[in-house]
């Protein structure tokens, strides 16, 4: 999940601890848009059902925004350079011991 931070936090942990923003980059990247496919498929298939059509369709744009901003993050990391996610606010809390500067 680490991945999912800044690029600056990233960098930051390349240096402390050899993070490989790249590797986990494109695994978190890859799974959030294996994710975002599957829940649209899941969506569609109650959408043609006639149930809850209201809810899937609420659902559409931000797992439509999430998915452009994989293939995106995909398309930035195959260039070698980390790429952050919007998704970022979910995992610092549990990174800031990590980002913390040293005493």
Do not use: Y
Request: net charge positive; charged share 15%.
């Amino acid at each position: 999940m680490l991945a999912l931070l800044s690029p600056a936090e990233q960098e930051l942990l390349i240096g402390r601890f050899g993070f490989d923003p790249i590797r986990w980059g494109r695994i978190t990247a890859a799974a959030i848009l294996t994710a975002c496919a599957l829940n649209t498929i899941v969506s569609l298939a109650a959408f043609g059902t006639g149930g809850g059509i209201g809810s899937e369709v609420l659902w559409f744009f931000p797992v439509g925004c999430l998915a452009v901003e994989q293939i995106l993050r995909l398309k930035t990391l195959s260039r070698g350079q980390p790429a952050g996610s919007i998704l970022r606010r979910l995992v610092c809390p549990f990174a800031k011991p990590l980002l913390a500067l040293p005493e």
